[in-house]
């Protein structure tokens, strides 16, 4: 039966995915910003070379690896319920002081200090979220129902980057400022409309990694693999546009905007076109389409080219993002799918990170030469690719054998 043969009215009408699509809404609106312009802050304000703004991420992503094992393990153990209100308290938290920490021009050590601590949150929040979502659908529902949560986070991206290029241009304080309002509102949304959805695991005291099931691991890899090139979004994309082509913080706000545009209207349409193929072609056809339009900045400057080109980078995303959540979602436990998605997590971010510190290396070593900066990145898409098809379908067929 085809994925998207279900009324997308029939989940939305679920009160927990409410919570969780409208959590995703305010955390994107609120939040989006925060990722894109530190890069700016940090090269533009504070006088950084672009590639530490790279070596950032790289370190957000790394401390990040053991919270989400960690955190996978906490919401199959203490509850979906109990972690989504826990987390937007401590990120409000986190938020508010980073805020006046950049009002009052506190050391730039301590400011990074502060930002690198609200990935490792945040992705426990991803995961309950992920949790919640496979906990009240069925599995023909999954990549639907995970589309329905990428709509919802762009139409706060649809708003929230433009917002920020605005409040970044007047002072960089309001971005985080904004940011710590929207955890209030998401804490309020888990509060009122979540109760615990999952089959919860009794606790042994022991975190677990499901190293066993080979099967996962392969595919975690593979997803791993495709962020690699997709993670050339955020920090690479925005040095880019701001440094190679002196784009104005307002200007690069719109053009986020038109992604999460982008993704509201395509991204059923796109859902549907793609269902006959399985989730490895998916994934191969979304890395190389993110590729192709990555390489074709190289060639436009008119902001109305980037703006279009933008789209298409936005297909290729409208393709993968969907697809992975669902894969990871079909191969776990009831039980254990805060573990579950929290290995993946742990897997793939031995390998993504390396996305923007490549990214930002090649905007520092070839900032006259844009061909020279993307076209590693469409190589490597078209290498995934290729390693995608090949191993994803060998594995089904070993699976089928079985």
Not at 83 to 109: E, G, K, Q, W
Request: aromatic fraction near 12%.
């Amino acid at each position: 039966m085809p994925e998207t043969s279900f009324t997308y009215r029939s989940i939305l009408i679920r009160k927990q995915m409410q919570a969780v699509s409208g959590a995703q809404f305010i955390r994107v609106l609120a939040r989006s910003q925060i990722w894109i312009f530190i890069p700016v802050y940090l090269t533009e304000l504070r006088g950084l070379p672009v590639y530490v703004s790279g070596v950032l991420f790289l370190l957000t992503a790394i401390i990040a690896l053991p919270f989400s094992v960690y955190g996978g393990n906490l919401v199959d153990t203490l509850g979906r319920r109990k972690i989504s209100l826990a987390i937007p308290i401590f990120l409000f938290a986190l938020m508010m002081i980073t805020a006046f920490s950049i009002l009052y021009r506190a050391n730039v050590v301590v400011i990074m200090a502060e930002f690198l601590a609200i990935e490792p949150i945040s992705v426990i929040q991803w995961i309950a979220d992920n949790a919640i979502v496979s906990d009240v659908t069925s599995i023909g529902e999954r990549t639907g129902s995970f589309g329905i949560l990428r709509i919802a986070g762009n139409l706060g991206f649809s708003a929230g980057p433009a917002i920020g290029g605005f409040l970044a241009d007047y002072s960089y304080f309001y971005i985080f400022i904004f940011g710590a309002g929207g955890a209030i509102v998401e804490f309020l949304l888990y509060y009122f409309l979540v109760n615990e959805t999952g089959k919860l695991r009794t606790s042994t005291g022991r975190f677990n990694v499901p190293f066993s099931d080979r099967y996962f691991i392969i595919v975690a890899a593979l997803i791993g693999v495709t962020y690699f090139v997709s993670g050339q979004w955020g920090t690479t994309l925005t040095l880019f546009l701001s440094v190679i082509y002196m784009v104005p913080n307002s200007m690069i706000g719109i053009l986020y905007s038109i992604n999460g545009i982008t993704v509201i209207a395509l991204q059923m349409p796109i859902i549907r076109a793609i269902e006959r193929f399985n989730g490895f072609n998916q994934l191969a056809l979304g890395t190389i389409v993110y590729g192709i339009g990555f390489f074709i900045l190289a060639f436009i400057h008119n902001i109305i080219l980037l703006g279009l080109d933008i789209v298409l980078i936005t297909i290729g995303e409208n393709i993968l993002a969907p697809v992975t959540n669902s894969i990871i979602s079909k191969i776990a436990p009831e039980d254990r799918r805060g573990e579950y998605f929290g290995s993946a997590q742990l897997i793939s971010g031995f390998i993504s990170p390396l996305a923007p510190v490549m990214g930002t290396l090649l905007i520092y070593r070839n900032p006259h030469d844009p061909v020279m900066i993307w076209s590693p990145v469409l190589t490597i898409a078209i290498f995934a690719s290729i390693s995608i098809v090949i191993i994803g379908n060998r594995l089904m067929r070993s699976v089928a054998k079985r």
